[in-house]
């Protein structure tokens, strides 16, 4: 395949998925900014944890709480690699304790680690820049008859 016809594929694909990531970033800036104002915090506690170092890092932690007048929880967090390395050694958990925000409208599937939890707000703006880019380089290519 010639590098033109390949350049014009990556293009697509970015003006393609550029609307997606914006939207989906969008979603993740509008749920974290509910949770700001409408949340509310409690204690968590950290019971286990696993990570994968290399290449695609991952790091997580099962936690659990219970949130104002209701029963307890228990759930997987994807955590960054410094609130990971604040709570745990490569062996165990070190800081058991947690703060755990969630909406009371939704108890389990809006709750965030406080200053833990992984977000996908970049999302917004690389989705832009990848739409745009997308359409620039198109219609560079197309300018120029490449």
Do not use: C
């Not at 219970?66 to 062996?91: L, M």
């Not at 970049?122 to 359409?135: H, K, R, S």
């Amino acid at each position: 395949m010639e590098t033109s016809t390949k350049i014009k594929i990556a293009a697509v694909i970015a003006i393609i998925a550029g609307p997606f990531l914006t939207y989906n970033g969008h979603q993740e800036k509008e749920r974290l900014a509910r949770l700001e104002k409408e949340g509310v915090t409690v204690d968590g506690i950290i019971e286990g944890g696993e990570w994968k170092k290399g290449k695609n890092s991952n790091y997580q932690f099962d936690v659990s709480y219970t949130p104002q007048n209701g029963a307890p929880v228990k759930k997987t967090f994807k955590v960054t690699s410094n609130y990971f390395s604040a709570h745990a050694s490569d062996t165990a958990v070190t800081d058991p304790m947690a703060k755990v925000r969630y909406l009371p409208s939704a108890i389990q599937d809006s709750a965030i680690l406080v200053g833990g939890s992984t977000d996908f707000t970049a999302g917004f703006t690389l989705g832009i820049g990848a739409f745009v880019g997308g359409l620039l380089t198109m219609g560079i290519m197309y300018a120029g008859k490449w």
